[in-house]
């Protein structure tokens, strides 16, 4: 399924400030079957674009449509990953993914909804703990449960908002190795869009990467195409001969935006 | 608001309770006996006597680590807890002691002495019915059923109606003024009117508990449920949940705490008011037992029913309390 996204603008309002722009005019078109990273400085309004694409946030003028269609709201077909996991407290983590696929496909039988949900929680191996609640487990087993309750509504398109940015490294990994497998697998999501801090995390995963940039100008600066083939792997693939290219590109464009806070990022 | 401000206090001494046995995991089992003379709280006590005091575990030797350490947290919180009724007796006894002075003398005023016989008069015969008396037993009854059916109903009414303000912006927008208005009213206020269209003093009454009780749940009720986290807004939201997985899910858990508070602050009030609303409606219940003693010029009476409506208002909230302590564990974020 095609993203395609057009002239999209949005200002945030608060009480006794001047609205603050954090998109003007942002055009992409996203294909179907890509996985596609949005990086950029924090506030440069890659975590809003993605909410307009999920629906959740209405732009201020322009048009996202998916296969043709303008977006009018959320839906399991833009499944959504969220970085504090948002899982509900009081339901195990198989009744979190359950609740979710019985209430975003209210056709599919009985039989349909458990074997997505066990097909789920095992790929992200968290069968075992399907009955425990999400405060009883730790935060990358949390993440784990709403990767799963996300493919398990069957997305054509996932969209993921700094998933991993909460978990220590070795955690981040696995779990990238995870989603990875997932989309590449028998799953029905075929494209992916993910709003990302970490370079490496954008060259591992991304078909393409988005870099956004912050005021004046708040758009999409430029896209990098990333030409590694997959499967990928996390040690051979800086030795790859495009990846210090595109490292370089990358830490050149966000430093050039003269903001400190990514370059030390990209740095450690 | 009010509304989560109960909740943390409730939650608090569960808390202690629940860590005290893992601090004392290494005491010996003499906790009883070595523990009377600290005024700490339970978990603190225990806590810094099990550190001062490993060495003795060879002692003790012969149990299992667990059961002593088990004995020794049951025997330190035994211990704070007859420390605090040992205070509680002495306040007791400081406050009868300037009660018994203040009215030295008196032939009205009741002193301790009095009213504690006269107490025990009435609780001796709790039951009795003639035609033109009753026992304090059946006026409590009488009291506690027209609190109950108020309260109930106000509880039904209130939860219903608070979860469909706090979930839906414009019913919000509708009633929240006029709640307003209408809460910082006397209940009381009311009375006439019901008097007037029932024409039944009984009912009449419940219907002021009722009004009493319908605001703080109500309030409270709205108040929990018009904050959702905007995590679990957006998850209901993207996975398109229906209305009834919505109020079952996410409305009615993240409002539970504030339920429970609100139902708390409205039985202690409901349980305040029918003392003045049977004053006034004069046939029947504790606050008529009061009015009338009064003007039989049985003030020994009075007191003695004081006492007794204290008690009976503090079980009432004892339960409440045990209930919030039930579901707050549900609370529990990640």
Request: aromatic fraction near 6%; charged fraction near 15%.
């Amino acid at each position: 399924m095609t993203i395609a996204i057009n002239g999209v603008r949005k200002s945030f309002r608060r009480r006794g400030h001047a609205p603050q722009e954090v998109l003007r005019g942002v055009d992409l078109t996203i294909d179907s079957g890509e996985f596609v990273s949005f990086i950029g400085h924090s506030g440069c309004g890659k975590s809003t674009l993605l909410n307009i694409v999920g629906g959740l946030v209405k732009a201020d003028s322009g048009t996202v449509r998916v296969d043709g269609q303008p977006v009018a709201g959320p839906g399991p077909d833009r499944a959504m990953v969220f970085q504090n996991y948002s899982l509900l407290p009081w339901l195990s983590l198989r009744q979190n993914v359950r609740v979710a696929v019985q209430e975003s496909r209210p056709d599919w039988k009985r039989a349909r909804v458990d074997e997505m949900v066990e097909r789920y929680l095992t790929a992200v191996s968290l069968w075992e703990h399907r009955n425990k609640r999400p405060g009883q487990v730790s935060g990358g087993m949390a993440q784990r449960a709403a990767v799963a309750r996300a493919f398990a509504v069957a997305p054509r398109t996932l969209l993921l908002d700094e998933p991993f940015g909460a978990l220590d490294a070795l955690t981040r990994s696995r779990l990238q190795q995870q989603l990875v497998d997932l989309w590449d697998s028998e799953s029905e999501t075929e494209t992916v869009l993910m709003v990302t801090h970490g370079l490496d995390e954008a060259i591992l995963l991304a078909d393409r990467i988005v870099v956004m940039a912050n005021l004046p100008y708040p758009s999409v600066r430029t896209t990098i195409d990333v030409p590694i083939p997959r499967p990928r792997n996390r040690t051979t693939i800086v030795h790859h001969p495009a990846y210090d290219g595109i490292q370089k590109q990358l830490v050149d464009l966000l430093i050039a935006d003269n903001d400190v806070e990514l370059a030390e990022a990209a740095a450690a | 608001m009010t509304a989560r401000d109960a909740t943390p206090s409730a939650v608090a001494p569960a808390a202690d309770h629940s860590s005290g046995p893992t601090l004392t995991s290494a005491a010996p089992a003499d906790g009883a006996g070595g523990g009377i003379g600290a005024p700490t709280t339970s978990a603190a006590g225990s806590g810094s006597r099990s550190a001062a005091s490993t060495a003795d575990i060879e002692v003790a030797g012969h149990r299992s680590p667990a059961t002593s350490s088990r004995l020794t947290a049951l025997g330190s919180r035994l211990a704070s807890f007859v420390v605090a009724a040992l205070w509680a007796v002495v306040g007791l006894a400081v406050f009868v002691a300037l009660w018994q002075f203040a009215t030295r003398g008196s032939t009205a005023v009741p002193g301790p002495l009095d009213s504690a016989r006269t107490l025990g008069d009435l609780l001796s015969r709790p039951f009795f019915n003639t035609t033109n008396d009753k026992g304090i037993g059946l006026h409590l009854y009488i009291s506690l059923r027209r609190v109950f059916l108020g309260f109930g109903l106000a509880a039904l009414v209130g939860i219903t109606l608070g979860l469909i303000m706090g979930a839906v912006r414009p019913v919000w927008s509708a009633l929240n003024p006029l709640v307003q208005v209408l809460r910082p009213v006397s209940p009381l206020a009311w009375f006439p009117i019901w008097l007037y269209i029932i024409e039944e003093p009984a009912q009449s009454a419940v219907i002021v508990i009722f009004i009493t009780a319908l605001w703080p749940t109500l309030i409270n009720t709205a108040a929990g449920a018009g904050a959702i986290p905007r995590d679990q807004r957006n998850v209901a939201l993207v996975f398109k949940f229906r209305p009834l997985a919505y109020l079952w899910h996410v409305l009615i858990p993240n409002a539970l705490p504030s339920i429970i508070t609100g139902l708390r602050l409205s039985m202690g009030i409901g349980w305040m008011v029918i003392v003045a609303v049977e004053m006034l409606q004069g046939n029947s219940g504790i606050g008529y037992f009061v009015w009338n003693s009064y003007n039989a010029l049985e003030l020994d009476k009075v007191v003695a029913v004081i006492v007794l409506i204290g008690v009976v208002g503090l079980v009432l909230d004892a339960i409440l309390l045990m209930l919030s302590r039930w579901v707050t564990p549900e609370e529990v974020h990640g």
